[in-house]
C-alpha cells in the first residue's frame, strides 16, 4: 500500500473515502491540499458525519479532522509509544513542509489493542427454509450450509466469542433437529439454547418466545449475514445514543445500467440522466436490542423484526443505526452472496 492511496483531496466526496477505506481495509485516510497534510479521516469521522444526517456527496472537508497527529522526520519521537499512547490506527512521518514521506500502522509495531468484552447474549434467528438457497437447502438448514469447511452459524458464533460473548440462542423451525444435533456434537466453549418456533412467527415474532429467557441487551441476527465491525464500538454508541434498538446499516452503491429519463407534468422530457449510480444504506439484519423490547412484543403472532422497529418508532422510542462500509456486511442469503462470502473469507484467511 503506497501513500498515495491513503492520500485524499479535500473535494473528493464522503462516499468517495468511504469506497476508499472499503477497498483498502484500513480505518483511516489522510487529507492533502497542494500535496501536504492537511487533515485526517477516519471511519469515525465520518460515522459522525453521517449520523448527523451529513449528505454522502459532501467534500470531505466537512467531516474531517483538522487537527490530526502526525510527526516530524527529524522528531526523536518513539513512534512505537505515540502510536500506543493515543490509540492511532496509523500515524504519517512528515517533513517540515508538512508532505507526508511515509506512514507507520499500529499492526506494523505489532501493537494491539485489547478487544473489549461485551459478553451480550446473542439471538440467531435460524428458523427459516431459505428457498433462495435451494436446492442446498433442500439437503441442510441455512445455519448449516458450509462456508468454507466451517456452516455459517458456526462462523456467526465465532465472530462473537472474540468479544465474550458465551451464550446463544437459536430460534429454530425448518429442519431444526439437524441444527441440535450439529451442535449438541462438536466440541464448544460456549452455550446454546435452543428455542423452537412450532408455527413460523417471523424475524419478529419469534423473539416473543425469548420472553423471561434474556435479562439484558443482546445482539439480534440473520444466520446468513456477517459484519465484519468492531462490536464494542457499535455497543459503545447504542449506550451513548439510549436507543431501544440500534441497526447496523450498509452503504451500498448501484450503478443503474441504462439511462434515466424524467418526464414533467405536460408529458415531454424533462431531463435525462445517463447510467446514474444511487447510494443509500440498507439493513444487514444485525441490530443492537434491549431486553424491553422483548416483553413487548404479542405472543404467538406472526411479524417481522422491522414491524417491531416500527412500532418502537411510533412510541417515541429511540431507534438509531451504525453506518458501516459496502464490504463489510458479507450476505449469503442468495447464491451468488454465498459465492462472494466464501472468496472473501478465503482471502482473510490467506492474509
Known amino acids: 500500500m503506497n501513500i498515495e492511496e491513503l492520500c485524499i483531496c479535500e473535494e473528493k466526496t464522503v462516499r468517495n473515502a468511504m469506497e476508499r477505506l472499503d477497498s483498502l481495509a484500513t480505518k483511516i485516510l489522510f487529507v492533502v491540499r497542494d500535496g501536504r497534510l492537511v487533515a485526517a479521516l477516519t471511519d469515525g469521522d465520518i460515522r459522525r458525519w453521517i449520523l448527523l444526517k451529513g449528505d454522502l456527496n459532501a467534500p470531505v472537508k466537512c467531516a474531517a479532522n483538522y487537527y490530526p497527529y502526525y510527526v516530524k522526520n527529524n522528531s526523536n519521537e518513539d513512534i512505537f509509544n505515540f502510536l500506543k499512547k493515543y490509540e492511532l490506527e496509523a500515524i504519517p512521518i512528515v517533513s517540515e513542509e508538512m508532505v507526508i514521506e511515509r506512514i507507520v500502522f499500529r499492526n506494523e509495531n505489532d501493537i494491539r489493542r485489547s478487544r473489549e468484552q461485551l459478553e451480550l447474549p446473542v439471538v440467531m434467528m435460524a428458523g427459516g427454509k431459505g428457498t433462495r438457497l435451494y436446492p442446498y437447502t433442500k439437503i441442510l438448514p441455512k445455519p448449516l450450509i458450509p462456508v468454507g469447511e466451517v456452516p455459517i452459524a458456526e462462523r456467526i458464533i465465532a465472530q462473537y466469542r472474540r468479544y465474550g460473548c458465551r451464550d446463544y440462542f437459536l430460534i429454530v423451525n425448518h429442519k431444526k433437529n439437524m441444527i441440535k444435533a450439529y451442535f449438541n456434537e462438536i466440541e464448544k466453549d460456549y452455550n446454546v439454547y435452543y428455542v423452537d418456533e412450532d408455527v413460523p412467527l417471523g424475524t419478529g415474532g419469534g423473539l416473543s418466545l425469548l420472553k ?36 447496523i446499516c450498509s452503504l451500498k452503491n448501484f450503478k ?10 405536460s408529458g415531454e422530457l424533462e431531463n435525462m440522466r445517463e447510467k446514474p449510480e444511487l447510494s443509500f444504506f440498507t439493513n444487514t439484519g444485525c441490530y443492537i436490542v434491549e431486553p424491553e423490547v422483548i416483553d413487548e412484543i404479542e405472543e404467538n403472532t406472526p411479524m417481522g423484526f422491522p414491524d417491531i422497529i416500527e412500532k418502537c418508532k411510533r412510541e417515541g422510542k429511540s431507534v438509531g443505526i451504525y453506518p458501516v462500509g459496502e464490504k463489510a456486511w458479507l450476505d449469503m442469503g442468495q447464491m451468488d452472496g454465498l459465492e462472494h462470502m466464501r472468496d472473501v473469507l478465503e482471502d482473510d484467511r490467506n492474509e
Not at 444466520?223 to 439510549?242: N, T
Open 212 to 247: 423471561g429467557k434474556i435479562t439484558s441487551p443482546f445482539i439480534l441476527t440473520n444466520c446468513d449475514i456477517l459484519v465484519k465491525e468492531d462490536f464494542s464500538k457499535i455497543y459503545r454508541l447504542h449506550k451513548e445514543k439510549k436507543n431501544v434498538i440500534t441497526m
Open 256 to 265: 443503474i445500467p441504462y439511462g434515466i429519463v424524467n418526464i414533467d407534468e
